[in-house]
């Protein structure tokens, strides 16, 4: 049974609650699958309106287990398969006619910060802090963001985020667009239940319409930019040396 990912919906919102507590919610392939089968079940159910994604404990995801760094990278088609399989979450939420809200604590790294950045709304908590660490691994990112991202903060900011890859704290991403709004930490839950039943009271079809036309629009690139992407991470992932520089983290 694959607990790494707990679903429950509360009338029109399913609470998404990624479940790895004793490895900040590090992503592994349990929790890219459970994640995938809770936004489709969400997708498929005709009474949600809007999704909440958050994490257990002590942060949001601490972005891609190093330690299963050995599986994950056996051979190149496992590598490929492992890429595509984080970057098929990015498809799920960009086109999902729900709308999608990441409720971000504590860490939030690297392809959990990509997915976050997929979301239609994004609030953090004042403890949320946020990195992209795969260019200093020389590995490469995922999600969409080197197209997303340029759009929304420009391709200053954007080699700055992706390049220098520092740690960053949520007034931050208040600044440079990345979070919608920031929120004490107790209230962060509350904030995110109170938007999603904002958007469950506003005809689905016109919010559907809205979010596509609206990602349509602005991300005309996403396919070509996440095939790049993919390309670059499954190199990234088979060097030795990125390798070797992620097991030392």
């Known amino acids: 049974m694959n607990n790494t990912v707990i679903s429950k919906n509360e009338g029109a919102v399913a609470w998404v609650r990624l479940n790895r507590p004793e490895r900040l919610n590090a992503m592994n392939r349990q929790l890219v699958d459970g994640l995938s089968r809770a936004l489709a079940d969400a997708e498929a159910d005709e009474g949600i309106r809007a999704v ?5 404990g002590r942060a949001f ?13 056996a051979c190149e088609a496992d590598t490929q398969a492992w890429v595509e399989a984080i970057q098929n979450i990015t498809l799920q939420i960009m086109q999902s006619r729900k709308i999608v809200i990441a409720a971000v604590h504590g860490w939030c ?63 931050k991403a208040l600044d440079v667009g990345i979070a919608w709004k920031v929120v004490p930490d107790d209230r962060l839950l509350e904030e995110a239940r109170g938007l999603a039943l904002r958007i469950a009271e506003r005809p689905a079809d016109a919010v559907a319409d809205a979010k596509r036309a609206i990602n349509a629009g602005l991300h005309s690139t996403l396919q070509d930019a996440m095939a790049r992407e993919t390309a ?7 060097s030795p040396q990125a390798q070797a520089r992620a097991k030392e983290f």
């Open 52 to 56: 909440i994604i958050h994490g257990e």
């Open 61 to 73: 995801c601490s972005g891609d287990d190093l330690k299963d760094l050995d599986a994950q990278t």
């Open 109 to 171: 790294v690297g392809g959990a910060l990509e997915w976050a950045i997929n979301c239609d709304f994004r609030l953090f908590s004042e403890s949320a802090r946020w990195f992209f660490p795969e260019v200093t691994y020389g590995l490469f990112v995922t999600g969409g963001v080197t197209a997303l991202l340029t759009k929304q903060v420009g391709p200053q900011v954007t080699k700055e985020l992706l390049m220098l890859g520092e740690r960053h704290d949520a007034r």
């Open 232 to 238: 670059a991470t499954v190199r990234g992932f088979l």
